[in-house]
């Protein structure tokens, strides 16, 4: 009781919390299961940066968090309950190939969201999930990973190799409805050759398609491109690709405002360029319902000798932080695909 209303003080004002929580272990909080990994990794990882919540908003400071903020955590877990609270969107990134992101976010707690969303299940995927979750009536049992994937072809959906069991098994135990977030591969493809002739003209207005990111935006994501590809295809062969990305970010934010439509908030698990405010899901859900709420988050490794964390941040072509949240992880091992096309090459 007495670490309640500890709490409650510091979250009152700025006064407050000048007057109350200028020593650190008068600011007491729960440290759940997510923290707790962050501690272990400012423990374990030789890099300052290692388990840092920073903050790319500046609005997003709140006044309890200049006394009271325990490495930025507090503030993030205010921003995502009250992203929640008023019905909107939290966009959780990660880099895919990196276990420890996918363990970090196994830790959420899904039962405190109305519902999830996940790049990695396709549409095609989504009436197999839905009726694999409607026959368990959400009841997690021993064997229901192995269902799950059964149910949605996991073991030939691309995502196989890497770490997901933690989330998955994460996402079951929460007993809450989760969506396929992301457009079939055969559309996916099929845009990637042709472009955006590939859509019919109403499906393209009805995604905000037909609204341009804008010179800037479109040069950024054509260099980002070339560079995942190895600076092996040249630019001006890339804009179907660019148009590709552009047309997964438009049916990821679908999803998300679909499960906000049914459940009343939602939590997305995508890539860390989907989750970008400048050209990603965001911008799609702004485009389409400006009064909704999001909430941009990024796992983002730590480099050596790179510790300013703002150096970290990205950010659109004005130079404003196009994230909300970074939260910097220890790095994992990852395969060189640039050297292995070289020699193929």
Same mark, same amino acid.
């Given at each position: ?21 200028t ?24 890099h ?13 400071l ?7 903020d ?18 909107g ?12 992101? /996918?363990?970090? *976010?196994?830790? =959420? $707690?899904?039962?405190s969201? %109305? ?7 396709? +549409? #095609? ?11 368990t ?31 998955l ?26 472009g ?35 600076? /092996?295809?040249? *630019?001006?062969? =890339? $804009?179907?690709?660019?148009? %590709? ?7 990821? +934010? #679908? ?35 400006p ?10 490794e730590?480099?050596?000798?790179k ?39």
């Amino acid at each position: 009781m007495r670490a309640l209303k500890r709490l409650s003080a510091c979250l009152a004002s700025a006064a407050l919390a000048a007057a109350i929580c200028t020593p650190a272990s008068a600011c007491e909080f729960e440290r759940g299961p997510i923290y707790k990994l962050l501690e272990e990794w400012t423990k374990t990882c030789n890099h300052p940066l290692c388990g840092r919540v920073h903050i790319a908003q500046s609005g997003r400071l709140k006044d309890h968090a200049k006394d009271c903020d325990a490495n930025g955590w507090m503030s993030l877990r205010e921003d995502v309950r009250a992203t929640v609270v008023s019905g909107g969107a939290v966009l959780f990134g990660e880099r895919h190939d990196n276990p420890l992101h /996918h363990e970090l *976010r196994s830790r =959420l $707690g899904f039962s405190s969201y %109305a519902s999830a969303v996940f790049e990695q299940i396709p +549409a #095609d995927k989504a009436p197999a999930l839905d009726a694999f979750l409607t026959s368990t009536n959400y009841n997690y049992k021993s064997d229901s990973l192995e269902k799950l994937k059964a149910a949605i072809d996991w073991d030939k959906s691309g995502w196989q190799d890497y770490a997901y069991d933690p989330l998955l098994i994460a996402a079951l135990k929460g007993q809450v409805p989760f969506y396929a977030g992301d457009a079939d591969r055969n559309t996916i493809r099929k845009v990637s050759k042709e472009g955006a002739s590939a859509l019919p003209g109403d499906e393209k207005a009805r995604l905000k398609l037909d609204v341009p990111l804008g010179d800037k935006a479109d040069a950024a994501v054509l260099d980002q491109l070339f560079e995942s590809h190895c600076k /092996h295809m040249p *630019r001006e062969q =890339l $804009g179907s690709m660019a148009f %590709a990305q552009r047309y997964r970010d438009a049916v990821l +934010a #679908d999803a998300v405002l679909k499960a906000i439509e049914k459940r009343g908030s939602t939590l997305l698990i995508a890539g860390n360029e989907h989750v970008r405010e400048d050209r990603g899901v965001p911008w799609y859900i702004h485009q389409r319902a400006p009064e909704k709420k999001t909430l941009s988050i990024m796992m983002l490794e730590v480099e050596d000798g790179k510790t300013d964390p703002e150096a970290y941040v990205p950010r659109d072509p004005e130079g404003k932080p196009a994230v909300d949240y970074v939260i910097f992880t220890p790095r994992a091992e990852h395969k060189d695909y640039c050297a292995e096309m070289k020699k193929k090459g």
